[in-house]
Protein backbone atom coordinates (compact mmCIF):
# COMPACT_ATOMS: atom_id res chain seq x y z
CA UNK A 1 0.00 0.00 0.00
CA UNK A 2 1.49 3.36 -1.57
CA UNK A 3 -0.24 6.63 0.51
CA UNK A 4 0.37 9.90 -0.72
CA UNK A 5 -0.77 12.57 1.68
CA UNK A 6 -2.32 15.78 0.16
CA UNK A 7 -1.26 19.74 -0.20
CA UNK A 8 -0.61 21.34 2.80
CA UNK A 9 1.26 18.52 5.56
CA UNK A 10 3.55 15.64 4.88
CA UNK A 11 2.96 11.40 5.57
CA UNK A 12 2.65 12.17 9.03
CA UNK A 13 -1.16 12.42 8.30
CA UNK A 14 -1.22 8.77 7.85
CA UNK A 15 -0.52 7.70 11.27
CA UNK A 16 -3.64 6.84 12.78
CA UNK A 17 -4.92 4.91 9.38
CA UNK A 18 -1.55 2.70 8.37
CA UNK A 19 -1.22 0.69 11.72
CA UNK A 20 -4.38 -0.86 10.78
CA UNK A 21 -2.75 -2.20 7.21
CA UNK A 22 0.61 -2.98 8.75
CA UNK A 23 -0.34 -6.87 9.34
CA UNK A 24 -1.97 -7.43 5.43
CA UNK A 25 0.51 -5.10 3.34
CA UNK A 26 3.90 -3.52 3.36
CA UNK A 27 3.24 -0.22 4.06
CA UNK A 28 4.74 2.55 1.70
CA UNK A 29 5.11 6.46 2.97
CA UNK A 30 6.80 9.35 1.20
CA UNK A 31 6.87 13.39 1.18
CA UNK A 32 6.28 15.19 -1.85
CA UNK A 33 8.99 17.46 -2.76
CA UNK A 34 8.84 20.64 -0.60
CA UNK A 35 7.16 18.92 2.56
CA UNK A 36 8.73 17.20 5.07
CA UNK A 37 12.14 15.53 4.95
CA UNK A 38 12.33 16.01 1.82
CA UNK A 39 15.06 16.87 -0.78
CA UNK A 40 14.47 20.05 -1.47
CA UNK A 41 17.09 20.32 -3.59
CA UNK A 42 15.13 17.79 -5.97
CA UNK A 43 12.36 20.59 -6.67
CA UNK A 44 12.35 21.67 -10.23
CA UNK A 45 9.45 24.44 -11.83
CA UNK A 46 9.58 22.74 -14.89
CA UNK A 47 9.41 19.05 -13.93
CA UNK A 48 6.34 19.82 -10.92
CA UNK A 49 4.20 22.10 -13.73
CA UNK A 50 1.59 19.61 -13.96
CA UNK A 51 0.88 17.11 -11.96
CA UNK A 52 1.85 14.43 -14.13
CA UNK A 53 5.81 15.52 -12.44
CA UNK A 54 4.16 14.35 -9.23
CA UNK A 55 2.46 11.31 -10.72
CA UNK A 56 6.41 10.85 -12.20
CA UNK A 57 7.76 10.72 -8.77
CA UNK A 58 4.97 8.05 -7.77
CA UNK A 59 6.01 5.55 -10.39
CA UNK A 60 9.75 6.40 -9.88
CA UNK A 61 9.08 5.30 -6.35
CA UNK A 62 7.32 2.50 -7.60
CA UNK A 63 9.97 0.90 -9.94
CA UNK A 64 12.69 1.44 -7.25
CA UNK A 65 11.16 -0.24 -4.92
CA UNK A 66 9.97 -3.15 -7.48
CA UNK A 67 6.35 -2.59 -5.61
CA UNK A 68 3.80 -5.03 -7.71
CA UNK A 69 0.02 -4.84 -7.11
CA UNK A 70 0.14 -2.23 -5.38
CA UNK A 71 -2.94 -0.26 -3.43
CA UNK A 72 -2.69 3.41 -3.87
CA UNK A 73 -4.17 5.77 -1.26
CA UNK A 74 -4.46 9.52 -1.81
CA UNK A 75 -5.44 12.08 0.05
CA UNK A 76 -6.42 15.25 -1.80
CA UNK A 77 -4.28 15.84 -4.58
CA UNK A 78 -2.80 12.88 -4.30
CA UNK A 79 -5.91 11.13 -5.51
CA UNK A 80 -5.74 12.62 -8.69
CA UNK A 81 -1.58 12.46 -8.60
CA UNK A 82 -2.97 8.41 -8.21
CA UNK A 83 -5.00 8.45 -11.21
CA UNK A 84 -2.61 9.85 -13.55
CA UNK A 85 0.13 7.67 -12.48
CA UNK A 86 -2.37 4.63 -12.89
CA UNK A 87 -2.99 5.57 -16.21
CA UNK A 88 0.60 5.73 -17.65
CA UNK A 89 1.53 2.36 -15.66
CA UNK A 90 -2.24 0.69 -15.14
CA UNK A 91 0.24 -2.71 -14.51
CA UNK A 92 1.67 -1.24 -11.34
CA UNK A 93 -1.71 -0.68 -9.36
CA UNK A 94 -4.56 -3.21 -8.28
CA UNK A 95 -6.99 -0.36 -6.67
CA UNK A 96 -7.16 2.93 -6.19
CA UNK A 97 -8.66 4.74 -2.76
CA UNK A 98 -9.10 8.09 -3.52
CA UNK A 99 -9.65 10.20 -0.25
CA UNK A 100 -11.15 13.67 -0.98
CA UNK A 101 -10.74 13.82 -4.88
CA UNK A 102 -11.11 16.79 -7.27
CA UNK A 103 -10.02 16.90 -10.79
CA UNK A 104 -10.32 20.81 -10.67
CA UNK A 105 -10.86 23.45 -7.60
CA UNK A 106 -12.44 26.12 -9.72
CA UNK A 107 -15.79 26.60 -11.17
CA UNK A 108 -16.57 26.09 -14.42
CA UNK A 109 -19.61 26.35 -16.57
CA UNK A 110 -21.92 23.53 -14.93
CA UNK A 111 -18.90 22.33 -13.60
CA UNK A 112 -18.97 23.65 -9.68
CA UNK A 113 -15.55 22.80 -8.49
CA UNK A 114 -16.26 25.39 -5.58
CA UNK A 115 -13.67 28.01 -6.29
CA UNK A 116 -13.00 31.25 -8.65
CA UNK A 117 -9.78 32.01 -9.96
CA UNK A 118 -9.96 35.39 -7.24
CA UNK A 119 -9.99 32.89 -4.31
CA UNK A 120 -6.88 30.78 -5.55
CA UNK A 121 -5.12 34.28 -5.96
CA UNK A 122 -6.09 35.29 -2.40
CA UNK A 123 -4.69 32.34 -1.21
CA UNK A 124 -1.41 32.32 -2.69
CA UNK A 125 -0.91 35.79 -1.25
CA UNK A 126 -2.14 34.04 2.63
CA UNK A 127 0.29 31.29 1.92
CA UNK A 128 2.87 34.33 2.26
CA UNK A 129 1.64 35.64 5.89
CA UNK A 130 1.86 31.66 7.17
CA UNK A 131 4.89 30.33 6.78
CA UNK A 132 3.89 27.56 9.31
CA UNK A 133 6.79 25.68 10.59
CA UNK A 134 9.09 27.28 8.59
CA UNK A 135 11.62 30.12 9.49
CA UNK A 136 14.41 30.80 7.37
CA UNK A 137 17.23 30.31 10.29
CA UNK A 138 15.61 27.09 11.32
CA UNK A 139 15.04 25.37 8.64
CA UNK A 140 18.70 24.84 7.48
CA UNK A 141 19.41 23.24 10.64
CA UNK A 142 16.60 20.93 10.42
CA UNK A 143 16.80 19.85 6.69
CA UNK A 144 20.60 19.58 7.46
CA UNK A 145 19.84 16.76 10.56
CA UNK A 146 17.25 14.97 9.27
CA UNK A 147 18.60 12.22 12.18
CA UNK A 148 17.74 14.87 14.62
CA UNK A 149 13.87 15.37 14.51
CA UNK A 150 13.93 16.65 17.84
CA UNK A 151 15.26 19.71 15.95
CA UNK A 152 11.92 20.01 13.84
CA UNK A 153 9.85 19.69 17.27
CA UNK A 154 11.25 23.22 18.11
CA UNK A 155 9.07 24.35 15.78
CA UNK A 156 5.65 24.88 15.78
CA UNK A 157 3.70 23.01 13.13
CA UNK A 158 6.42 21.45 12.00
CA UNK A 159 4.02 19.01 10.14
CA UNK A 160 2.81 21.40 7.91
CA UNK A 161 6.32 22.25 7.59
CA UNK A 162 7.08 23.29 3.84
CA UNK A 163 9.62 25.29 1.80
CA UNK A 164 7.62 28.38 0.99
CA UNK A 165 8.09 29.04 -2.43
CA UNK A 166 7.64 25.23 -3.32
CA UNK A 167 4.13 25.61 -0.69
CA UNK A 168 2.80 28.11 -3.53
CA UNK A 169 3.93 26.48 -6.23
CA UNK A 170 2.42 23.42 -5.22
CA UNK A 171 -0.46 25.22 -4.08
CA UNK A 172 -0.63 26.88 -7.64
CA UNK A 173 -0.63 23.87 -9.38
CA UNK A 174 -2.68 21.56 -6.81
CA UNK A 175 -5.30 23.94 -7.55
CA UNK A 176 -5.62 25.64 -10.80
CA UNK A 177 -5.03 22.20 -12.60
CA UNK A 178 -7.44 20.88 -14.76
CA UNK A 179 -7.50 17.08 -14.70
CA UNK A 180 -11.62 16.12 -15.53
CA UNK A 181 -10.49 15.05 -18.82
CA UNK A 182 -7.89 12.22 -17.88
CA UNK A 183 -10.49 10.60 -15.95
CA UNK A 184 -12.41 7.98 -17.97
CA UNK A 185 -8.63 7.11 -19.39
CA UNK A 186 -8.45 5.25 -16.02
CA UNK A 187 -8.66 1.56 -16.03
CA UNK A 188 -7.74 0.82 -12.26
CA UNK A 189 -10.79 -0.48 -9.99
CA UNK A 190 -11.14 2.72 -7.53
CA UNK A 191 -13.24 3.46 -4.49
CA UNK A 192 -13.78 7.04 -3.24
CA UNK A 193 -14.19 8.29 -0.03
CA UNK A 194 -16.49 11.41 0.09
CA UNK A 195 -16.78 13.33 3.31
CA UNK A 196 -19.69 14.95 4.27
CA UNK A 197 -19.63 18.77 4.05
CA UNK A 198 -15.95 18.73 2.32
CA UNK A 199 -15.35 22.40 1.41
CA UNK A 200 -12.52 21.37 -0.49
CA UNK A 201 -14.49 19.06 -2.43
CA UNK A 202 -17.95 19.06 -2.14
CA UNK A 203 -20.11 16.24 -2.89
CA UNK A 204 -20.92 16.79 -6.62
CA UNK A 205 -17.27 16.95 -6.88
CA UNK A 206 -17.10 13.52 -5.55
CA UNK A 207 -20.50 12.25 -7.94
CA UNK A 208 -18.83 13.70 -10.64
CA UNK A 209 -15.06 11.70 -10.17
CA UNK A 210 -17.54 8.65 -9.72
CA UNK A 211 -19.50 9.25 -13.07
CA UNK A 212 -16.09 9.48 -14.85
CA UNK A 213 -14.13 6.87 -13.54
CA UNK A 214 -15.32 3.35 -14.46
CA UNK A 215 -15.07 0.66 -12.40
CA UNK A 216 -15.19 3.06 -9.47
CA UNK A 217 -17.00 2.87 -6.58
CA UNK A 218 -18.39 6.05 -4.08
CA UNK A 219 -18.62 5.57 -0.24
CA UNK A 220 -20.36 8.69 1.66
CA UNK A 221 -19.10 9.49 4.59
CA UNK A 222 -20.23 10.48 7.92
CA UNK A 223 -17.05 11.83 8.75
CA UNK A 224 -16.69 16.22 8.13
CA UNK A 225 -13.87 18.44 6.80
CA UNK A 226 -11.42 17.35 4.30
CA UNK A 227 -8.81 14.73 6.08
CA UNK A 228 -11.34 12.38 7.40
CA UNK A 229 -8.14 9.98 8.19
CA UNK A 230 -7.49 12.16 11.03
CA UNK A 231 -11.06 13.07 12.25
CA UNK A 232 -11.95 9.73 11.55
CA UNK A 233 -9.76 7.22 11.43
CA UNK A 234 -12.34 4.44 12.30
CA UNK A 235 -14.50 5.36 9.74
CA UNK A 236 -12.06 5.54 6.76
CA UNK A 237 -10.56 2.25 7.71
CA UNK A 238 -13.47 0.32 7.74
CA UNK A 239 -14.31 1.64 4.39
CA UNK A 240 -11.09 1.00 2.70
CA UNK A 241 -11.14 -2.24 4.12
CA UNK A 242 -14.71 -2.92 3.25
CA UNK A 243 -13.74 -1.96 -0.55
CA UNK A 244 -10.57 -4.00 -0.90
CA UNK A 245 -12.16 -6.82 -0.04
CA UNK A 246 -14.66 -5.84 -2.49
CA UNK A 247 -12.32 -5.43 -5.01
CA UNK A 248 -10.64 -9.06 -4.25
CA UNK A 249 -13.76 -10.94 -4.44
CA UNK A 250 -14.70 -9.33 -7.65
CA UNK A 251 -11.13 -10.12 -9.00
CA UNK A 252 -11.89 -13.88 -7.64
CA UNK A 253 -15.41 -14.19 -9.08
CA UNK A 254 -13.77 -13.09 -12.83
CA UNK A 255 -10.99 -15.54 -12.45
CA UNK A 256 -13.64 -18.23 -11.90
CA UNK B 1 -16.01 27.96 43.98
CA UNK B 2 -16.92 30.99 45.22
CA UNK B 3 -19.98 32.72 43.46
CA UNK B 4 -18.22 36.07 43.35
CA UNK B 5 -14.91 34.32 41.34
CA UNK B 6 -17.06 32.70 39.25
CA UNK B 7 -19.02 36.07 38.09
CA UNK B 8 -16.00 37.50 38.19
CA UNK B 9 -14.29 34.98 35.25
CA UNK B 10 -17.33 35.21 33.44
CA UNK B 11 -16.85 39.00 33.17
CA UNK B 12 -12.90 38.02 32.10
CA UNK B 13 -13.92 35.91 29.68
CA UNK B 14 -16.42 38.14 28.12
CA UNK B 15 -14.43 41.53 28.28
CA UNK B 16 -10.72 39.90 27.73
CA UNK B 17 -8.54 41.97 25.52
CA UNK B 18 -8.64 38.87 23.18
CA UNK B 19 -11.70 36.98 21.42
CA UNK B 20 -12.18 33.55 22.99
CA UNK B 21 -14.28 30.65 20.83
CA UNK B 22 -14.49 26.81 22.05
CA UNK B 23 -15.13 24.47 19.69
CA UNK B 24 -16.17 20.99 18.87
CA UNK B 25 -13.79 18.70 16.98
CA UNK B 26 -15.11 19.78 14.29
CA UNK B 27 -15.39 23.27 14.30
CA UNK B 28 -18.54 23.67 15.40
CA UNK B 29 -18.91 26.58 18.16
CA UNK B 30 -20.28 25.79 21.35
CA UNK B 31 -18.94 29.14 23.41
CA UNK B 32 -17.63 32.66 22.21
CA UNK B 33 -16.73 36.19 24.10
CA UNK B 34 -18.10 39.34 23.84
CA UNK B 35 -14.81 40.45 22.64
CA UNK B 36 -15.05 38.34 19.71
CA UNK B 37 -18.77 39.40 18.79
CA UNK B 38 -17.94 42.80 18.90
CA UNK B 39 -15.19 42.73 16.41
CA UNK B 40 -16.72 41.07 13.88
CA UNK B 41 -20.31 42.15 14.58
CA UNK B 42 -22.57 39.14 15.40
CA UNK B 43 -24.84 38.25 18.10
CA UNK B 44 -23.79 34.90 20.20
CA UNK B 45 -27.52 33.70 18.89
CA UNK B 46 -25.91 33.65 14.95
CA UNK B 47 -23.20 31.84 16.32
CA UNK B 48 -23.69 28.81 18.67
CA UNK B 49 -23.96 25.59 17.42
CA UNK B 50 -25.12 26.80 14.03
CA UNK B 51 -21.57 27.92 12.49
CA UNK B 52 -18.24 26.29 13.13
CA UNK B 53 -15.69 28.87 13.48
CA UNK B 54 -14.01 28.01 9.93
CA UNK B 55 -17.08 29.61 8.40
CA UNK B 56 -16.04 32.47 10.22
CA UNK B 57 -12.93 32.68 7.80
CA UNK B 58 -12.64 34.30 4.54
CA UNK B 59 -12.77 31.94 1.52
CA UNK B 60 -8.11 31.18 1.69
CA UNK B 61 -8.51 31.20 5.53
CA UNK B 62 -11.64 28.31 5.05
CA UNK B 63 -9.24 26.41 2.72
CA UNK B 64 -5.96 26.66 5.26
CA UNK B 65 -8.38 25.72 8.00
CA UNK B 66 -9.06 22.23 5.77
CA UNK B 67 -5.58 21.91 4.47
CA UNK B 68 -3.49 22.93 7.29
CA UNK B 69 -5.49 23.83 10.42
CA UNK B 70 -7.17 20.54 11.13
CA UNK B 71 -4.63 18.54 10.02
CA UNK B 72 -1.71 20.22 12.86
CA UNK B 73 -4.97 19.96 15.31
CA UNK B 74 -5.58 16.48 15.10
CA UNK B 75 -1.69 15.93 14.68
CA UNK B 76 0.02 18.17 17.82
CA UNK B 77 -2.75 19.38 19.52
CA UNK B 78 -2.37 22.56 19.18
CA UNK B 79 -1.58 25.31 16.50
CA UNK B 80 0.18 28.40 17.02
CA UNK B 81 -0.02 31.84 14.83
CA UNK B 82 -2.21 31.34 12.48
CA UNK B 83 -3.32 34.87 10.62
CA UNK B 84 -6.61 34.64 8.72
CA UNK B 85 -8.79 36.81 7.84
CA UNK B 86 -12.39 37.20 10.02
CA UNK B 87 -15.46 37.92 7.52
CA UNK B 88 -17.42 40.82 9.67
CA UNK B 89 -21.02 42.09 9.34
CA UNK B 90 -20.92 45.53 7.00
CA UNK B 91 -17.14 46.03 8.07
CA UNK B 92 -13.71 45.09 5.90
CA UNK B 93 -12.60 41.46 7.09
CA UNK B 94 -10.70 41.94 10.25
CA UNK B 95 -7.23 40.49 10.38
CA UNK B 96 -6.58 37.68 13.54
CA UNK B 97 -3.70 35.64 14.87
CA UNK B 98 -5.49 32.56 16.30
CA UNK B 99 -3.92 30.24 18.60
CA UNK B 100 -5.12 27.16 19.47
CA UNK B 101 -5.37 24.25 21.24
CA UNK B 102 -7.44 20.42 21.99
CA UNK B 103 -8.77 19.59 25.69
CA UNK B 104 -8.69 16.07 25.94
CA UNK B 105 -10.19 14.26 28.62
CA UNK B 106 -13.36 15.41 29.67
CA UNK B 107 -15.97 14.29 31.33
CA UNK B 108 -18.40 13.32 28.82
CA UNK B 109 -15.45 11.95 26.70
CA UNK B 110 -15.31 14.74 23.81
CA UNK B 111 -12.69 16.75 22.60
CA UNK B 112 -12.98 20.69 22.66
CA UNK B 113 -11.07 23.02 21.04
CA UNK B 114 -10.13 26.38 22.87
CA UNK B 115 -8.91 29.13 20.79
CA UNK B 116 -7.69 32.64 21.66
CA UNK B 117 -7.98 35.35 18.32
CA UNK B 118 -5.96 38.43 18.47
CA UNK B 119 -6.24 41.88 16.36
CA UNK B 120 -3.96 41.74 14.17
CA UNK B 121 -4.59 44.61 12.31
CA UNK B 122 -1.33 46.84 12.67
CA UNK B 123 0.94 43.85 12.50
CA UNK B 124 -0.96 43.01 8.92
CA UNK B 125 -0.29 46.46 7.68
CA UNK B 126 3.72 46.31 8.72
CA UNK B 127 3.81 42.65 7.66
CA UNK B 128 2.41 43.80 4.42
CA UNK B 129 4.47 46.55 3.72
CA UNK B 130 7.52 44.03 4.51
CA UNK B 131 6.08 41.93 2.03
CA UNK B 132 5.81 44.21 -0.51
CA UNK B 133 9.34 45.09 0.44
CA UNK B 134 10.27 41.54 -0.35
CA UNK B 135 8.48 41.30 -3.58
CA UNK B 136 9.84 44.48 -4.66
CA UNK B 137 13.37 43.26 -4.03
CA UNK B 138 12.68 39.86 -5.43
CA UNK B 139 11.56 41.37 -8.80
CA UNK B 140 14.41 43.73 -8.59
CA UNK B 141 16.76 40.44 -8.25
CA UNK B 142 14.90 38.43 -11.00
CA UNK B 143 14.94 41.83 -13.49
CA UNK B 144 18.64 42.02 -13.22
CA UNK B 145 19.16 38.29 -13.24
CA UNK B 146 17.34 38.39 -16.29
CA UNK B 147 19.72 40.53 -17.54
CA UNK B 148 22.73 39.36 -16.54
CA UNK B 149 21.59 36.04 -18.02
CA UNK B 150 20.99 37.95 -21.21
CA UNK B 151 24.01 39.19 -21.10
CA UNK B 152 25.82 36.26 -20.52
CA UNK B 153 24.08 34.50 -23.36
CA UNK B 154 25.13 37.33 -25.60
CA UNK B 155 28.24 36.92 -24.72
CA UNK B 156 28.72 33.22 -25.32
CA UNK B 157 27.60 33.65 -28.29
CA UNK B 158 30.04 36.13 -29.34
CA UNK B 159 32.48 33.83 -28.15
CA UNK B 160 31.02 30.84 -30.06
CA UNK B 161 30.94 32.86 -33.06
CA UNK B 162 34.63 33.62 -32.43
CA UNK B 163 35.26 30.12 -32.02
CA UNK B 164 34.21 29.27 -35.39
CA UNK B 165 35.56 32.26 -36.61
CA UNK B 166 39.24 31.26 -35.34
CA UNK B 167 38.00 27.22 -36.85
CA UNK B 168 37.11 28.42 -40.16
CA UNK B 169 40.18 30.51 -40.35
CA UNK B 170 42.43 27.59 -39.32
CA UNK B 171 40.57 25.14 -41.84
CA UNK B 172 41.46 28.07 -44.42
CA UNK B 173 44.75 28.55 -43.66
CA UNK B 174 45.66 24.74 -43.92
CA UNK B 175 44.03 24.05 -47.22
CA UNK B 176 46.04 27.36 -48.41
CA UNK B 177 48.98 26.63 -47.12
CA UNK B 178 48.38 22.68 -48.21
CA UNK B 179 47.87 24.33 -52.17
CA UNK B 180 50.65 26.84 -51.94
CA UNK B 181 52.96 24.10 -50.94
CA UNK B 182 51.89 21.71 -53.88
CA UNK B 183 52.06 24.70 -56.48
CA UNK B 184 55.67 25.52 -55.05
CA UNK B 185 56.53 22.04 -55.73
CA UNK B 186 54.72 21.18 -58.84
CA UNK B 187 54.84 24.25 -60.97
CA UNK B 188 58.58 26.22 -59.51
CA UNK B 189 59.71 23.15 -58.61
CA UNK B 190 59.21 21.99 -61.65
CA UNK B 191 60.79 25.08 -63.73
CA UNK B 192 63.85 25.43 -61.43
CA UNK B 193 64.32 21.19 -62.43
CA UNK B 194 64.05 22.00 -66.43
CA UNK B 195 66.72 24.83 -65.52
CA UNK B 196 69.00 23.20 -63.86
CA UNK B 197 68.86 20.30 -66.37
CA UNK B 198 69.46 22.74 -69.32
CA UNK B 199 72.13 24.52 -67.42
CA UNK B 200 73.45 20.83 -67.26
CA UNK B 201 73.46 20.64 -70.91
CA UNK B 202 75.05 23.79 -71.53
CA UNK B 203 77.70 23.41 -68.86
CA UNK B 204 78.89 20.36 -71.00
CA UNK B 205 79.33 22.70 -73.53
CA UNK B 206 81.44 24.94 -71.25
CA UNK B 207 84.76 23.92 -72.81
CA UNK B 208 83.67 27.16 -75.54
CA UNK B 209 82.92 29.68 -72.95
CA UNK B 210 85.36 32.83 -71.88
CA UNK B 211 86.47 31.04 -67.99
CA UNK B 212 84.52 34.05 -67.11
CA UNK B 213 81.31 32.84 -68.62
CA UNK B 214 82.30 29.34 -67.31
CA UNK B 215 82.55 30.57 -63.51
CA UNK B 216 79.16 32.49 -63.89
CA UNK B 217 77.66 29.30 -65.57
CA UNK B 218 78.96 26.95 -62.80
CA UNK B 219 77.74 29.45 -60.15
CA UNK B 220 74.19 29.79 -61.86
CA UNK B 221 74.04 26.14 -61.20
CA UNK B 222 74.66 26.36 -57.65
CA UNK B 223 72.32 28.84 -56.98
CA UNK B 224 69.99 26.95 -59.04
CA UNK B 225 69.67 24.14 -56.78
CA UNK B 226 70.33 26.24 -53.70
CA UNK B 227 66.69 28.18 -55.08
CA UNK B 228 65.20 24.58 -55.94
CA UNK B 229 66.31 23.06 -51.68
CA UNK B 230 64.98 26.23 -50.70
CA UNK B 231 61.62 26.24 -52.71
CA UNK B 232 61.61 22.48 -51.16
CA UNK B 233 62.08 23.56 -47.61
CA UNK B 234 59.51 25.95 -47.42
CA UNK B 235 56.76 23.89 -49.06
CA UNK B 236 57.62 21.32 -47.33
CA UNK B 237 57.03 23.33 -43.96
CA UNK B 238 53.76 24.73 -45.40
CA UNK B 239 52.45 21.10 -45.63
CA UNK B 240 54.60 18.37 -44.83
CA UNK B 241 53.96 15.87 -47.79
CA UNK B 242 55.43 13.45 -44.99
CA UNK B 243 52.78 13.74 -43.28
CA UNK B 244 50.02 12.35 -45.89
CA UNK B 245 52.13 9.83 -47.40
CA UNK B 246 54.16 8.12 -44.22
CA UNK B 247 52.78 9.69 -41.32
CA UNK B 248 53.20 12.22 -38.22
CA UNK B 249 56.21 10.09 -36.41
CA UNK B 250 58.29 10.70 -40.20
CA UNK B 251 56.86 14.23 -40.53
CA UNK B 252 58.02 15.34 -36.87
CA UNK B 253 61.14 13.99 -37.10
CA UNK B 254 61.95 15.42 -40.46
CA UNK B 255 60.50 18.78 -38.98
CA UNK B 256 62.73 18.89 -35.70
CA UNK B 257 65.47 17.85 -37.40
CA UNK B 258 65.72 20.92 -39.49
CA UNK B 259 64.37 23.37 -37.26
CA UNK B 260 67.25 22.04 -34.92
CA UNK B 261 69.83 23.08 -38.20
CA UNK B 262 68.35 26.34 -38.80
CA UNK B 263 67.93 27.53 -35.51
CA UNK B 264 70.74 26.16 -33.98
CA UNK B 265 69.31 24.27 -30.97
CA UNK B 266 69.07 21.08 -29.10
CA UNK B 267 65.39 19.25 -29.68
CA UNK B 268 64.93 16.10 -28.18
CA UNK B 269 61.53 14.03 -29.71
CA UNK B 270 60.50 11.34 -27.71
CA UNK B 271 57.65 9.17 -29.45
CA UNK B 272 55.88 6.74 -27.90
CA UNK B 273 56.52 3.57 -29.88
CA UNK B 274 53.03 2.66 -29.59
CA UNK B 275 51.47 5.15 -31.19
CA UNK B 276 50.02 4.25 -34.74
CA UNK B 277 48.50 6.40 -37.36
CA UNK B 278 46.18 8.67 -36.20
CA UNK B 279 42.99 10.07 -38.38
CA UNK B 280 44.26 12.57 -41.06
CA UNK B 281 42.60 15.82 -39.21
CA UNK B 282 44.58 14.56 -35.92
CA UNK B 283 47.73 14.08 -37.07
CA UNK B 284 47.69 17.65 -39.15
CA UNK B 285 46.52 19.04 -35.93
CA UNK B 286 49.29 17.65 -33.28
CA UNK B 287 51.65 18.40 -36.01
CA UNK B 288 50.67 22.08 -36.62
CA UNK B 289 50.74 22.92 -32.41
CA UNK B 290 54.34 20.95 -32.12
CA UNK B 291 55.25 23.34 -35.45
CA UNK B 292 53.99 26.65 -33.41
CA UNK B 293 55.30 25.52 -30.27
CA UNK B 294 58.73 25.18 -31.51
CA UNK B 295 58.59 28.60 -33.55
CA UNK B 296 57.11 30.32 -30.26
CA UNK B 297 60.66 29.08 -28.36
CA UNK B 298 62.64 29.68 -31.25
CA UNK B 299 61.43 33.49 -30.90
CA UNK B 300 60.29 34.21 -27.66
CA UNK B 301 62.57 31.97 -24.77
CA UNK B 302 65.47 32.20 -25.69
CA UNK B 303 66.07 28.94 -24.55
CA UNK B 304 68.95 26.48 -26.87
CA UNK B 305 66.91 22.95 -25.71
CA UNK B 306 63.42 21.90 -25.99
CA UNK B 307 61.67 18.61 -25.56
CA UNK B 308 58.71 17.31 -27.76
CA UNK B 309 56.93 14.55 -26.39
CA UNK B 310 53.94 12.08 -27.20
CA UNK B 311 52.38 9.77 -25.44
CA UNK B 312 50.25 7.43 -26.32
CA UNK B 313 47.81 6.84 -23.59
CA UNK B 314 45.15 4.21 -23.67
CA UNK B 315 42.16 6.72 -24.11
CA UNK B 316 44.20 9.53 -25.23
CA UNK B 317 47.53 10.86 -27.16
CA UNK B 318 49.11 13.54 -24.81
CA UNK B 319 51.55 16.15 -26.29
CA UNK B 320 54.13 17.79 -24.96
CA UNK B 321 56.42 20.81 -25.49
CA UNK B 322 58.89 22.21 -22.86
CA UNK B 323 61.48 24.36 -23.50
CA UNK B 324 64.22 25.78 -20.64
CA UNK B 325 64.03 29.86 -21.32
CA UNK B 326 62.79 32.65 -19.80
CA UNK B 327 59.39 31.54 -19.40
CA UNK B 328 56.24 33.97 -20.16
CA UNK B 329 55.48 36.91 -17.47
CA UNK B 330 52.05 36.05 -14.93
CA UNK B 331 49.84 38.36 -16.34
CA UNK B 332 50.51 37.55 -19.94
CA UNK B 333 50.33 34.10 -19.12
CA UNK B 334 46.92 34.95 -16.94
CA UNK B 335 45.41 36.40 -19.79
CA UNK B 336 46.74 33.32 -22.51
CA UNK B 337 44.83 31.03 -20.09
CA UNK B 338 41.49 32.80 -19.37
CA UNK B 339 41.02 33.80 -23.21
CA UNK B 340 43.37 32.18 -25.14
CA UNK B 341 44.73 36.08 -26.40
CA UNK B 342 47.09 35.96 -29.17
CA UNK B 343 46.49 34.29 -32.44
CA UNK B 344 48.82 31.70 -32.11
CA UNK B 345 47.78 29.82 -28.95
CA UNK B 346 44.46 30.67 -29.60
CA UNK B 347 44.60 28.59 -33.23
CA UNK B 348 46.51 25.84 -30.85
CA UNK B 349 43.60 25.71 -28.55
CA UNK B 350 41.00 25.91 -30.97
CA UNK B 351 42.40 22.88 -32.90
CA UNK B 352 42.49 20.87 -29.48
CA UNK B 353 38.97 22.06 -29.00
CA UNK B 354 38.00 20.99 -32.30
CA UNK B 355 38.97 17.39 -31.68
CA UNK B 356 37.14 17.04 -28.31
CA UNK B 357 40.96 17.69 -26.62
CA UNK B 358 42.32 20.72 -24.65
CA UNK B 359 45.27 22.68 -24.25
CA UNK B 360 46.81 23.99 -21.50
CA UNK B 361 50.12 25.99 -20.89
CA UNK B 362 52.15 26.28 -17.80
CA UNK B 363 55.24 28.93 -17.43
CA UNK B 364 58.00 29.59 -14.70
CA UNK B 365 60.61 31.48 -14.84
CA UNK B 366 62.57 28.69 -15.64
CA UNK B 367 60.55 27.13 -18.46
CA UNK B 368 57.00 26.77 -20.41
CA UNK B 369 55.65 23.55 -20.90
CA UNK B 370 52.56 23.52 -23.70
CA UNK B 371 50.68 20.41 -23.07
CA UNK B 372 47.53 18.97 -25.56
CA UNK B 373 45.65 16.30 -24.94
CA UNK B 374 43.29 14.30 -27.48
CA UNK B 375 40.60 11.70 -26.67
CA UNK B 376 41.19 8.51 -29.49
CA UNK B 377 38.31 9.05 -31.58
Known amino acids: MLFAHGYGCDQNMWRLMTPAFEDEYKIVLFDHVGAGDSDLGSFSRSRYATLDGYAKDVLEICSDLNLENVVFVGHSVSAMIGVLAAIVEPGRFDQLVLIGPSPYYLNDGDYRGGYSRDDIDGLLDFLDRNHLGWSTTMAPVIMGNPDRPELSAELANSFCRTEPEIAKHFARVTFLSDNRADLPKLKTPSLILQCAEDVIAPLPVGQYVHRHLKNSSLALMKATGHCPHLSAPEETVALTKRGLAQFESERKSMEV | MNPQLIDESARLYDAAPCGYVSTLADGTIVSVNKTLLDWIGYVREDLISCKRMQDLFTTPGKIFYETHYAPLLHMQGFVREVAVDLICKGRPPLPVLINSARQNGRADGSVLIHSAFFNATDRLRYESSLLNARRDLEGEVKKRTAELEAEISERK ?65 RWTSEISAEIRTISHLLHPPLLDEVGLTSALTWYVDGLAVRAGMKINLEISPQLARLPEEQELAIFRIVQECLTNVHRHSRSKTAAVRLVSLPESIRVEVEDQGTGILPEMLAELRSFGSGVGFRGMRERARQLGGNLDIASNMHGTIVTATFPRS
Open chain 2, 157 to 221: RAEGNLRELTSKLLRLRDDEQRRLARELHDSVGQMLAALRMNLAIIENESGNLTPQAAAALSENA
